[in-house]
């Protein structure tokens, strides 16, 4: 399994040390961070609910409503009090020769109103057939821009851990490379001390090490 180091950009501690990733681990913490995946996979929840919402409309549904009142009259009693008689000769503000009723008009009344009902949708010219199958495309859609989202996301990070990968094994050849070049160069800097041979040849060689170090 390949892996690969990530240095730490702040000051070396013990909650900061360079991890080692291996690359199921880089394109699982990348699939867990992207924004882009977070906005597909609240898209098709979004459309799931949907395809419920539509689906939801099919069934019967029932309403029923209540109210309750209460009112209460600040009239005195003496003003919602009078008397009831068949006669209208009064003596003395008493009714004579008839017996007294005295009606009272009550203070305060209640009152109750309530309501049911029922409705079920027998038919809609088939819009609420096609209501859902729109949902359900869109779900689908929805599902598969999730699906290639996280595929592009796996094969981003996985050309770019390779790429790192490949970079540090150029780099690790170059530094073998320039090693053997710098061995070079002091065999022929001993050998021109020994006059061995001309100077040239360790100009030629000195500018083989500054190729190979740039």
């Known amino acids: 399994v390949a892996q690969i180091t990530a240095p730490s950009q702040s000051t070396p501690s013990v909650a900061s040390l360079p991890q080692t990733l291996t690359l199921d ?6 699939i867990e961070r992207n924004y882009t995946i977070r906005t597909a996979a609240n898209t098709a929840r ?3 609910i949907e395809v419920t919402r539509s689906r939801d409309n099919l069934l019967p549904s029932a309403s029923a ?3 309750w ?9 003496a003003t919602r009090t009078y008397i009831a008689g068949g006669d209208t000769v009064l003596i003395n503000g008493i009714p004579y020769g008839v017996p007294v009723n005295q009606v009272i008009t009550p203070a305060g009344s209640h009152s109750l109103n309530w309501n049911v009902g029922a409705s079920f949708n027998i038919f809609s010219g088939g819009s609420d057939a096609a209501r859902i199958h729109e949902a359900e495309s869109s779900l689908e859609g929805a599902r598969d821009n999730l ?12 050309s770019n851990f390779l790429n790192v990968l490949r970079t540090n094994e150029l780099v690790d050849a170059a530094q073998k490379t320039l090693a053997e070049a710098l061995a070079q160069l002091a065999l022929i800097r ?3 001390d020994a006059g061995v041979v001309p100077i040239g040849q360790v100009y030629q060689q000195d ?8």
């Open 25 to 30: 681990e880089a394109i699982k913490a990348a």
């Open 46 to 48: 979004r459309s799931g």
């Open 65 to 67: 409503s209540g109210s």
């Open 69 to 77: 009142g209460y009112n209460y009259s600040l009239v005195p009693l």
């Open 147 to 158: 699906q290639w989202t996280r595929q592009l996301i796996a094969f981003n990070v996985t």
């Open 190 to 192: 001993g050998k021109y």
């Open 207 to 214: 500018a083989i090490v500054g190729q190979d170090s740039l």
